[in-house]
Structure formats: C-alpha cells, structure tokens
C-alpha cells in the first residue's frame, strides 16, 4: 500500500489536472456557441447556392469543365479537414479511419499505384497521415489559429486549377459534420467533378420543372461565375462544421475527464483515510503493548 504522502501528491495532482480540464470545457463551450452561429448562418446560404446552381446547370446547354465527367478517372485528391490540436475525444482518429476505409473499399488501386492525393488541413491530419504510407501533397498546419474564408479559397483554387489540368480526375472532401455536442457525422464526399444529380432535391426538381426561370445576361455566363463560388462555399461549409464539431468533441472530452478526475480523487481520498486509520490503529496498538510491557516488568 502507497504511504499517506504519495496518496496525498496524487490527489493535488489530480486536483490540478482537473482544474485544468474544467478551464479547457469553458474555453471549448464559449468556442463552440460561436462556432455554432457561424455554422447556423451558412448553411441556409450554401443550400440556397446549391439550389441555385442547380436550377442554372438543368437550365444550361454547355459543357462546363467543372461538371464533365472525365472519360477514365486516373488520379484521385482526397482533401482531409481534421484538427490542429488533440484533447477532443475520438474526433480525429473516426474521421481518418472513415478515411482509410473509402480508399481500402473504393480507391485501393490508385493508393496502390502511387495516384491517390491528399491535401491534409490540420496538424493532427497531418500527423496522421505523414507516418503512414501515404502521398500527402499539401499541408496546412496552424490552419485554425485564424479561420477565415480567404483560406478555403485559395485551397479550393489550388484544386480547381488542377481539375481543369488534369491533374485530378475525382476530388473528394473528409469531415466532421456538427450534429451534437456530444455527435458528429464523418462525411466523405465528392465535390469535383460536380455532379448535377445531387445539386437539387426531388422536391426542388418538381417546383423548377413547373417554374420558367429567366437569366440575365445568359445561363453559361452566371454558371461561370457561381460555379467557382459554390465549390468555394462547399469547402468552407465543411471547415466551419468541423471547427463546430471538434469543439464539441472537445467539451464532451473535458466534461468526462473532468468527471473521472472527480472519481479517481474520491477513489483515493477514500484509500487516504483507510491508510490513515489503519497507521493510527496500528500505533495506538504498539502504544498499548509497549504500556502492558512495562506493567508487566
């Protein structure tokens, strides 16, 4: 059994640890009521430019770059939005394990043959995937340090222009999407080429179908302009619900180490007592004999 004074030292460690997590669980909520509200105010925009987007492409009689299906699909860029610090559960590590297993199920070939990219945006994804065997083109640590918009569209930028090269055939984005504080969805999806399929809902269909829109100046003309923007937006949707998701995964981490601290201390507050009855006990016991010993000579 630990003597009274290490018991001790791990309970004022303990306390100091878990005064450290209650402080990270307040920096994390006030974070994540922030991130929230971003996250709430874009998404109703984002969907109305996917709406929009939609309504001009089954309006449009052009063959834009962004939205050609390439004939063969050679090189694949997956775009993987993790985290630049740790301390927040599972977050990460679920999303690239949700990662490894879309290119083990569908893209094991070109991982295989050296034609599968990843853009990595966070110190964690770059951690993760620059240990392994993997082709990481581009790095982005200190991303969240300033989460501003002009990033997202200079990475997208980056990607578009090597779309149109042919340098990608499929890009594919990887993220956490904010669901609950305590539950986030891992989200794997293709943004290029776009697919016109996806951009409207079935019910959106059947009012554009009933609805004759007029353009100005020409469809091909705004799709060139929005196409950009809408891809723009994707990406920087997929930033904010991550940044939304992670810190909600990191308030969940904080409450619940904050929580066990609160059980390990009672746990050895309680072994410190029994130490110290049981020290008292054994002296009272050893004052007694030595009392009977000197009665008795």
Same mark, same amino acid.
């Given at each position: 059994?630990?003597?009274?004074?290490?018991?001790?030292?791990?309970?004022?460690?303990?306390?100091?640890?878990?005064?450290?997590?209650?402080?990270?669980?307040?920096?994390?909520?006030?974070?994540?009521?922030?991130?929230?509200?971003?996250?709430?105010?874009?998404?109703?925009?984002?969907?109305?430019?996917?709406?929009?987007?939609?309504?001009?492409?089954?309006?449009?009689?052009?063959?834009?770059?962004?939205?050609?299906?390439?004939?063969?699909?050679?090189?694949?860029?997956?775009?993987?939005?993790?985290?630049?610090?740790?301390?927040?559960?599972?977050?990460?590590? +679920?999303? %690239? !394990?949700? *990662?490894?297993?879309?290119?083990?199920?569908?893209? $094991?070939?070109?991982?295989?043959?050296? =034609?599968?990219?990843?853009?990595?945006?966070?110190?964690?994804?770059?951690?993760?995937?620059?240990?392994?065997?993997?082709?990481?083109?581009?790095?982005?640590?200190?991303?969240?340090?300033?989460?501003?918009?002009?990033?997202?569209?200079?990475?997208?930028?980056?990607?578009?222009?090597?779309?149109?090269?042919?340098?990608?055939?499929?890009?594919?984005?990887?993220? +956490?999407? %904010? !669901?609950? *504080?305590?539950?986030?969805?891992?989200?794997?999806? $293709?943004?290029?080429?776009?697919?016109? =399929?996806?951009?409207?809902?079935?019910?959106?269909?059947?009012?554009?179908?009933?609805?004759?829109?007029?353009?100005?100046?020409?469809?091909?003309?705004?799709?060139?302009?929005?196409?950009?923007?809408?891809?723009?937006?994707?990406?920087?949707?997929?930033?904010?619900?991550?940044?939304?998701?992670?810190?909600?995964?990191?308030?969940?981490?904080?409450?619940?180490?904050?929580?066990?601290?609160?059980?390990?201390?009672?746990?050895?507050?309680?072994?410190?007592?029994?130490?110290?009855?049981?020290?008292?006990?054994?002296?009272?016991?050893?004052?007694?004999?030595?009392?009977?010993?000197?009665?008795?000579?």
């Amino acid at each position: 059994m630990a003597n009274l004074r290490d018991i001790r030292n791990r309970i004022e460690s303990i306390k100091n640890t878990q005064q450290i997590t209650r402080a990270m669980k307040m920096v994390a909520a006030a974070k994540l009521r922030k991130a929230q509200d971003r996250i709430v105010e874009t998404r109703p925009y984002a969907s109305k430019m996917k709406e929009v987007v939609g309504r001009l492409v089954e309006n449009s009689s052009e063959d834009n770059v962004l939205l050609r299906t390439p004939e063969s699909t050679d090189n694949v860029l997956f775009i993987v939005v993790g985290s630049d610090r740790g301390l927040c559960g599972a977050f990460n590590n +679920n999303l %690239f !394990k949700a *990662v490894e297993d879309t290119i083990s199920n569908e893209y $094991s070939e070109y991982h295989e043959s050296g =034609t599968l990219s990843l853009m990595c945006i966070g110190r964690q994804a770059i951690k993760y995937f620059g240990k392994r065997n993997y082709n990481v083109i581009a790095e982005y640590p200190g991303f969240w340090d300033e989460i501003v918009f002009s990033k997202a569209t200079d990475i997208m930028k980056s990607v578009v222009n090597d779309f149109k090269s042919g340098t990608f055939d499929k890009v594919k984005v990887a993220y +956490n999407e %904010f !669901k609950s *504080v305590i539950a986030q969805n891992r989200i794997v999806e $293709s943004v290029l080429p776009i697919d016109p =399929t996806k951009l409207v809902d079935e019910d959106e269909e059947e009012d554009m179908s009933s609805t004759e829109y007029i353009f100005e100046p020409d469809v091909e003309n705004i799709l060139q302009k929005l196409l950009p923007l809408h891809l723009n937006l994707q990406l920087w949707r997929a930033i904010l619900e991550s940044n939304a998701a992670e810190q909600g995964a990191r308030m969940t981490a904080m409450d619940n180490a904050t929580e066990n601290a609160q059980e390990m201390k009672e746990d050895l507050q309680l072994e410190y007592n029994r130490a110290r009855q049981s020290a008292i006990t054994t002296e009272i016991s050893e004052i007694i004999s030595g009392a009977q010993a000197l009665e008795e000579a």
